[in-house]
DNA sequence: AATTTCAGCAACCGCGATGAA
DNA sequence: TTTCATCGCGGTTGCTGAAAT
């Protein structure tokens, strides 16, 4: 499909050309010393002028054209022009598959940097390379289908562990890191929730990269390449959409079902209070991972689908970086480190409660919060509030009012959907059934990348065409390969399987998720959630599954 | 056949960096 | 040192044709 081109374009404005100089009245733009500015698409003529021009004078001083010129473009749009279609040795047509291959090995070093990029693509410009990886990020999330190949993926992970070996982080190699950031883990309510059943036979928390929960929960969807899901803005326009599925918005579902407000309100909370956490193992404002809570816009990454790799985030200033937030330390250690046991974590989060009342409920910790600080909290808040649940006003003078109000919703919300019994959803599928219904992750150690959820969703996504550049073949070895190399695998692997109370815990919230979602992203979230319980491959429920956590709890958009 | 939606592309806009006055 | 102009980059928008409904 290509655009018409500007030669028969010009064809049909170039009769009306004869006499205007090249001023389209239609596209006039910005006024400079009373020059009305032509703005749009450019014609032949125009392009043949600028031509000319350049080849007097040579390429610079684009604000100079127009002066000598008579054209009537900004210089801006002159240089544009000419960098981007007029300038000689440029190639044509779509990227060979080498090309492809060669974008997405530089992005993953690079990042957004298509200047950069397009300078070890001789012949291609920024514009199109540019182009090119937003269209990707929306066919890979449209399909499922991992943003980086795992090749890319492993690939960065070694050098980064190599880096981590060696000491030195390079200019470059932030890149590999930043590729590392964009895989973040992102562990959907319903994990935090779960762990407080597998406190107790989970051996090890470990040694998790600091994820920035804020950040997951403001990123949106797409910002993991393993976590592609359509676009959170869709999410969200569907999301608003699904809730003219419950008359009065507020109303009850029937079934006894309590209403749409509350359990909204009770995701709210719980959600809003995953991500409340001051860590007492970090609580240097300065320390590595310096990202803020409570920077609520700004991040560009929900439009790309991919954070921009060009340097660590520090502070408020972008929230582009999805999660993990030390990329000197921990990144190559996945399955490599020894894990910090969790009762000497949770120790130390008990003995040293978080500073200065804790748990804003702007979720603008003046501390940074990481994943790790993030499960011991919810562990911690979780068991609390189990003990004391039968006294659980007597509770405020001794805790933060935002801890407590959040323990008590969270009993609110857990008794509730514990008093469902059987966890049966309003729409009859309880979760066993949803398990088995949709179960496209085998245990053989298949991924998402292998059989990506557009297969497995109601019909709903088209399929993705395989990516010229990274086969099925090579996705599947190098998964396969990358397994164990993912913090999904400590999360999952083991100690999720052995623990009934989870995936009891997990059925009833997946259920009840998707009932909140409605019957379209129900499936969606019903498979999510089912590749985890039943695989080995957390990283679907972890990054998808927490990826529609947000959808349901884009608070910005709940009426 | 008409309408809507989607995908791809070109161009614009805002911002920061740089250098000259 | 400050101010201003220019350049370049990255993000975003809008247009167009194709595909789907």
């Known amino acids: 499909m290509t655009r018409k081109t500007d030669e028969s374009e010009d064809e049909m404005l170039s009769t009306d050309q004869a006499e205007s100089p090249l001023i389209n009245e239609s596209n006039e733009g910005s006024y400079g010393e009373g020059v009305v500015m032509k703005k749009g698409p450019w014609t032949s003529a125009e392009d043949s002028i600028l031509v000319d021009y350049v080849k007097k004078h040579g390429e610079g001083n684009w604000n100079a054209v127009q002066k000598h010129s008579g054209l009537f473009r900004c210089g801006k749009s002159c240089r544009l022009r000419w960098a981007n279609h007029l300038r000689p040795n440029l190639k044509k047509g779509s990227f060979t598959a080498e090309e492809e291959r060669l974008i997405i090995e530089l992005h993953a070093k690079m990042g957004n940097k298509w200047a950069q990029m397009a300078a070890h693509l001789p012949g291609r410009t920024d514009n199109e390379i540019k182009n090119y990886w937003n269209t990707r990020i929306k066919r890979r999330q449209r399909a499922g289908l991992p943003l980086y190949p795992p090749e890319v993926c492993l690939q960065a992970l070694q050098e980064s562990q190599h880096d981590q070996n060696t000491g030195g982080v390079n200019g470059e190699d932030r890149g590999h890191h930043d590729l590392l950031q964009t895989n973040s883990f992102e562990i959907p309510d319903v994990m935090f929730d779960s762990l407080t059943t597998n406190q107790g036979i989970l051996p090890y928390v470990p040694e998790l990269p600091d994820i920035s929960a804020s950040n997951m929960l403001l990123k949106g969807v797409g910002s993991s390449p393993y976590c592609t899901l359509p676009p959170i803005l869709t999410r969200q326009k569907r999301f608003r959409e699904s809730t003219d599925l419950f008359p009065g918005s507020g109303g009850s579902f029937g079934n006894g079902f309590h209403s749409f407000e509350q359990f909204r309100d009770d995701t709210r909370h719980k959600v809003a209070r995953s991500f409340r956490f001051s860590s007492p193992l970090d609580s240097d404002p300065t320390a590595k991972n310096s990202l803020s809570f409570g920077v609520i816009q700004g991040s560009h990454s929900l439009s790309n689908g991919n954070s921009s790799a060009s340097e660590p985030t520090y502070g408020a200033l972008k929230l ?240």
């Not at 894990?339 to 989060?349: K, N």
């Not at 309880?430 to 959820?453: M, Q, R, V, W």
């Not at 998964?479 to 190399?485: E, I, K, P, Q, S």
């Open 320 to 559: 582009e970086l999805p999660s993990l937030q030390y990329p000197e330390t921990d990144l190559g250690s996945w399955g490599t480190s020894l894990p910090r046991p969790l009762l000497e974590s949770v120790d130390a989060f008990i003995q040293s409660p978080p500073p200065g009342g804790t748990f804003e409920t702007d979720c603008s910790s003046p501390c940074n919060s990481g994943l790790l600080d993030a499960l011991l909290h919810e562990a911690k808040t979780l068991r609390s509030a189990k003990n004391h649940s039968s006294d659980k006003s007597s509770n405020s003078s001794s805790a933060t009012p935002g801890d407590v109000a959040d323990s008590s919703t969270l009993n609110i919300c857990e008794t509730e959907l514990e008093d469902c019994g059987d966890p049966i959803s309003p729409y009859g599928h309880s979760a066993t059934s949803i398990f088995s219904e949709c179960t496209p992750i085998s245990a053989s150690g298949s991924s998402l990348d292998e059989k990506p959820p557009a297969e497995t969703f109601t019909g709903v996504v088209k399929s993705e065409p395989v990516d010229p550049a990274w086969t099925l073949d090579m996705e599947i070895e190098s998964t396969t390969r990358f397994n164990y190399t993912r913090p999904d695998a400590l999360l999952s692997a083991d100690w999720l399987q052995q623990g009934s109370g989870y995936i009891k815990d997990q059925s009833i919230m997946t259920d009840a998720i998707a009932t909140l979602l409605g019957d379209d992203l129900a499936s969606d979230y019903k498979y999510i959630a089912s590749g985890t319980s039943n695989s080995s491959q957390g990283w679907g429920l972890n990054s998808c599954g927490w990826n529609n956590m947000p959808a349901v709890c884009q608070m910005s958009d709940l009426p």
